[in-house]
DNA sequence: AGAAGGCTATGCAAACTGTATAGCTTTCGC
DNA sequence: GCGAAAGCTATACAGTTTGCATAGCCTTCT
């Protein structure tokens, strides 16, 4: 899938993202057009699925995390993934096996902010029931490199 | 906080990541060095974290996600949390208020492999009890543009 | 053994970046 | 109202990087 030069490539990336490839290659002591091609593939093959920018929503103001646990009706499950995507706070939503349907991780300003979040959620008719959990302290930051080294071979 | 040209120069490097100060300013209508100066403040603000490329963990074989909500010793976290730390497929972990006292995002091959993992994780034994629920489909597909749409001004 | 694939090394024109400066306009505080 | 401060435009230039192409070498697969 991915050998170790890959991951070296994504690391070196991430923690240095405005590298470049020259620079890269000379950090990594292979050819630039070696970079450039492996890069190429890792986004071909989809491994890295953008350069995008990652905003942070607590510096937009947005310092409260929770996830929400919906129950909803039956059969509803299109209209409410609409409802969502029109609610700019809902980050993320899945649907879950267990008990519940749905699980979103939702941002609010403060915890003010965060009930008018969830009232909007529970807005939508469809929406049977909403539990909430309030993110109270990173004990793992959002992470991927770990998994990547795993990956490798 | 941010203003319209912000939101617009982040939509623009979220779409086209690789365009260049000089293209994005030519696409937005200003000065280079206004798109520049923007960018440097908006990292310097934190608003943007990192340019770091996005990995997608499916490409690297983990298919499955779940949600584990852990039940913890009292005063354990920390041991916990190391412990969270050397597992790889533990992408992201909070504390957080109501019933259990850590969320984990995590990923596996497949179920089986999921398996692996929650031995793994219940292999400490400050972990009391462990829930899991798997990820099915992305109903809202994890995003940031509409928040920083709200953010403006 | 031959073919295919991947890496190295090299070359070149075109484009981009970093950095700086000067002028203009708007905003803000007094 | 007025001066100061801040932000944007426009421009300049050297140095660097990118995109693209080519040729040789080595390893792996058939």
């Known amino acids: ?3 170790p030069l890959d991951v070296r490539i994504i690391e070196l990336f991430t923690e240095q993202p405005r590298i470049g490839v020259l620079e890269a290659s000379r950090q990594l002591n ?3 057009g070696t970079v450039q091609s492996r890069l190429d593939k890792l986004v071909a093959t989809g ?6 920018p990652a905003v942070d929503h607590a510096a937009l103001g947005f310092r409260v995390t929770a996830f929400a646990f919906l129950d909803i ?3 509803a499950r ?8 029109r609610i700019p706070e809902v980050l993320e939503a899945h649907t879950i ?3 519940g349907d749905l699980i979103c991780r ?3 300003r403060d915890n003010d902010d965060l009930q008018r979040v969830i009232d909007d959620l529970v807005g939508d008719t469809n ?3 909403i539990s909430t959990v309030i993110a109270l302290a990173d004990v793992v930051e959002p992470r991927i490199l770990p998994l990547v080294r795993t990956a490798e071979q």
Chains 1, 2 share one sequence.
């Open 106 to 108: 939702i941002v609010a």
């Open 1 to 3: 899938m991915i050998d």
């Open 73 to 75: 009706r039956q059969g």
């Open 97 to 99: 096996t267990g008990q």
């Open 47 to 52: 491994v890295i699925r953008s350069f995008a």
């Open 30 to 32: 292979v050819a630039r």
């Open 78 to 85: 299109g209209a409410v993934a609409e409802h969502l995507d």
């Open 127 to 129: 929406v049977v029931r």
